[in-house]
């Protein structure tokens, strides 16, 4: 039987995410990703943009997101054996106002919120070749995970560690506590499973 410390289950973002980061620790796995159900991943735009626009606001942890977006990509992106694209990109959002009071909330809220991110209102003839009579503002730091290139080069670096399986709850073992290694399934000892499917991974049943 081998043995590994984790059981990561689903073969999208989140899932090679969480086997990326459990390489860079030293930490070792066995990654599940089903043959048959497609990942929620691989509709993903990938867009990332820290600021809300309806409210004109910071997203969720926008700044710490951010950060660790550009350096756990980069990272991986090293990886790559030839010089090939950074997985995550750099793209600056246009963001176009739809009346005059969203101008000055905008401004108002880019002096303080959004510093870091809302730069260069339109009002010196840059984008003068769009139609935007209220103006508009750039967003900074957002950009793009080119989602297919990253989960197909984790799959070929993986190859080794990916099992291709429907996961089924009813094929976990409990194994004894003492051991140090809890559980088991098709083969493998573990101590710890990281679900990592989304919504569609498993029947309400499964999941109960």
């Known amino acids: 039987m081998q043995e590994r410390e984790l059981l990561i289950v689903g073969g999208g973002i989140a899932g090679a ?17 089903s043959p048959t159900m497609q990942a929620t991943s691989d509709a993903a735009s990938g867009q990332i943009n820290p600021v809300v626009f309806k409210r004109f606001v910071k997203s969720w942890l926008a ?15 090293s990886y ?20 005059s009071d969203q101008l000055e909330i905008a401004e108002r809220k880019s002096k303080n919120d959004l510093a870091r991110y809302a ?4 009002d010196d003839g840059k984008y003068h070749f769009i139609n935007a009579p209220y103006g508009s503002l750039e967003v900074e730091e957002s950009g793009y995970l080119r989602v297919r290139d990253f989960l197909a080069f984790t799959k070929q670096f993986f190859a080794q560690d990916i099992i291709s399986s ?4 009813d094929g976990l073992k ?5 051991s140090g290694r809890n ?3 098709l083969g493998i000892s573990f101590s710890k499973l990281l679900l ?9 049943e499964e999941a109960a």
Do not use: M, P
């Not at 499917?197 to 029947?203: H, Q, R």
């Open 166 to 169: 429907d996961f089924a709850f």
């Open 196 to 204: 990592a499917t989304g919504v569609w991974g498993f029947s309400a």
């Open 174 to 178: 409990c194994e004894d506590k003492e």
């Open 80 to 99: 790559q054996s030839n010089e090939g694209l950074d997985f995550f990109c750099n793209q600056k959002i246009l963001k176009l106002f739809a009346n």
């Open 17 to 33: 995410l969480l086997a990326w980061q459990s390489h860079f620790r030293g930490i070792t796995f066995k990654l599940i990703i």
């Open 119 to 122: 730069r260069n209102f339109s």
């Open 63 to 77: 700044d710490e997101a951010i950060d660790c977006a550009k350096k756990i990509y980069s990272q991986i992106s």
């Open 183 to 185: 559980y088991s399934y």
